[in-house]
């Protein structure tokens, strides 16, 4: 298994709703990526988990809430959102956040906050 | 501030054509750059490189590095209408962080 599987691949939320993405690879990778992509725009590192422990929280607001319970699996727990952080939400993964190992990217979860 | 720029920013050529796209660089703690081609969806790995000089190649596809004047090109020859995409240029910190660049979209006319 080569991949990085995101689910849901669209979610529309309120902005009082609380919802997750979820992110899962079996790569046996030590490192995992949350990207948020805006329309038009490159994809912009948010957090970093490396032996699932946080190792960059690239002062991201706190609506946005991430869980890595173990090793394979990568989480995005989402409150309070605003219409703003409507984007393409990204999860990567490599083999360790330290070597020259390369990014394998989800699909994504197109998210819309209205 | 680390900030990769790409040009140009957008592209139309005619399938058979050749293109070079451009990606400078000014990042610290330089560990790789990286080219991927995004279509609908997920970045999907092009090239990593690490070292000045030595040039990657697959397929019609090839790029280059030089670590001297902080820039990487790729090009793509005989091009296809199967190559439109919004091609992303990232650099690699030592902290395992991707800086990507705007992005230059081609667009391949049949």
């Known amino acids: 298994d080569t991949e990085v599987t995101q689910t849901p691949k669209h979610l529309v939320m309120g902005m009082t709703n609380k919802k997750s993405l979820k992110c899962e690879q079996h790569?046996?990778?030590?490192?995992m990526y949350w990207y948020k992509q805006k329309a038009k725009k490159p994809p912009e590192l948010m957090f970093v988990y490396s032996y699932e422990k946080l190792s960059i929280n690239e002062s991201v607001p706190s609506r946005f809430s991430p869980e890595c319970p173990n090793s394979s699996l990568l989480n995005l727990h989402l409150h309070a959102l605003q219409p703003e952080d409507s984007a393409l939400y990204l999860c990567?993964?490599?083999?360790?956040?330290?070597?020259?190992?390369?990014?394998?990217f989800g699909s994504g979860t197109r998210l819309t906050v209205v | 501030e680390d900030k990769v720029v790409q040009s140009p920013l957008s592209l139309v050529v005619h399938e058979g054509d050749t293109v070079t796209l451009n990606c400078s660089y000014e990042?610290?703690?330089?560990?790789?750059l990286l080219w991927y081609k995004q279509e609908k969806k997920a970045p999907t790995f092009l090239f990593m490189l690490t070292s000045s000089g030595i040039e990657k190649k697959s397929g019609r596809l090839s790029s280059i590095l030089d670590k001297k004047e902080l820039f990487s090109i790729l090009n793509i020859t005989a091009t296809q209408t199967g190559d439109s995409a919004v091609y992303l240029c990232?650099?690699?910190?030592?902290?395992?962080?991707?800086?990507f660049g705007q992005g230059t979209e081609l667009s391949v006319k049949p």
């Open positions: 990232a650099v690699e910190n030592q902290g395992g962080k991707l800086i």
């Open positions: 790569m046996g990778h030590r490192a």
């Open positions: 990567a993964s490599s083999q360790d956040q330290w070597g020259l190992y390369g990014y394998t």
């Open positions: 990042v610290t703690n330089f560990r790789s």
